[in-house]
């Protein structure tokens, strides 16, 4: 049996979006896959902090003598768009590594380019998510928050924080940064008033703006409490996001950043709603559902994109 030697790359949702269409891949081509994760200032958790799959992992010097195939994502006016898939002339009958931030596939499989949500394998690369089992401190972190979940339909997701170090830091900078805190008090406002359980679930790498929302919404705003929001140097900021991100799985409706795949892949992974906001507020609708998904390709205020799915 050949075996593919998965080297998953960037922050946490691009590695899981990576490592479960390296799954796939292993699958469909009947290989052994062995995941090389290694930590570090974009990700610091290793691959045992997040997940109990340790017959996956592979050592860096047992990964470097395969041949590398290296996949990245593209970005293009704004959009991600996952790259070109693997070669099958790349697809050798001895062990190869392969290195990424985003979706691989056979090429052929579907059109080159798609606009990544699109893509008609990526439904069914979320569905390997499944497969993995949580690391214990990560299920003890979800069980806990089990009671306060209740009732809440609601996510927003603000992703604030970047490390200056990031190749990406300008980016990430520019993508990040905004819209003000004063907007995302509106957005609370705007879904918890669409909420039929009046309370919404916030998860964001920002304390100060967290403070904010609780100070004014109090219990109608659910938090899953960290105690590190530092994901270039303490694993546990990352175990703690991989919590975020489940419970806004958990949510009928999240609301996320355009440029981050966090929300994408929570909302993908139990076929939610989405609302992207972009830092000029515009906003745009994805519907996932449990074969597809539809894209609303035009830009709404936030109160109309907010009634489409609320």
């Known amino acids: 049996m050949p075996t593919i030697?998965?080297?998953?790359?960037?922050?946490l949702a691009n590695r899981l979006i990576a490592l479960c269409s390296m799954m796939r891949l292993a699958d469909r081509l009947g290989a052994e896959l062995k995941v090389c994760w290694t930590a570090d200032h974009e990700c610091m958790a290793a691959f045992g902090d997040l997940f109990q799959d340790v017959e996956l992992e592979a050592s860096e010097a047992e990964t470097a003598s395969a041949p590398v195939v290296e996949r990245v994502a593209k970005v293009n006016n704004g959009k991600f768009y996952d790259s070109?898939?693997?070669p099958p002339e790349d697809l050798l009958p001895g062990p190869l590594r392969v290195v990424a931030q985003t979706m691989v596939y056979v090429r052929g499989e579907h059109p080159v380019d798609d606009f990544l949500p699109?893509?008609?394998?990526?439904?069914d690369v979320m569905d390997q998510f499944r497969r993995l089992r949580l690391a214990d401190t990560v299920q003890r972190h979800l069980d806990s928050m089990e009671a306060a979940m209740a009732g809440v339909g609601t996510g927003l997701h603000v992703r604030r924080?970047?490390?200056?170090?990031s190749p990406y830091y300008e980016f990430e900078r520019e993508r990040f940064s905004k819209p003000d805190d004063a907007y995302f008090e509106d957005a609370a406002e705007q879904l918890l008033s669409r909420s039929e359980g009046g309370r919404l679930l916030l998860s964001t790498n920002d304390p100060d703006l967290e403070f904010r929302l609780r100070s004014r919404f109090g219990n109608r705003m659910v938090v899953f409490e960290k105690t590190t929001v530092n994901n270039s140097v303490d694993p546990a900021a990352i175990q703690q996001a991989l919590v975020d991100l489940l419970l806004l799985s958990r949510c009928k409706v999240i609301m996320s950043n355009w440029g981050s795949t966090?929300?994408?892949f929570s909302a993908a992974l139990t076929r939610r709603d989405l609302v992207h906001y972009k830092i000029d507020e515009a906003c745009m609708v994805m519907r996932?559902?449990?074969e597809d998904v539809e894209v609303q390709q035009w830009w709404r205020p936030l109160g109309e994109a907010l009634d489409a799915v609320v």
């Open 262 to 264: 966090f929300g994408l």
């Open 118 to 123: 699109l893509n008609p394998l990526f439904l």
């Open 288 to 290: 996932f559902r449990p």
């Open 161 to 165: 924080a970047f490390t200056k170090d």
């Open 5 to 11: 030697y998965g080297v998953p790359q960037a922050g």
């Open 84 to 86: 070109p898939g693997i």
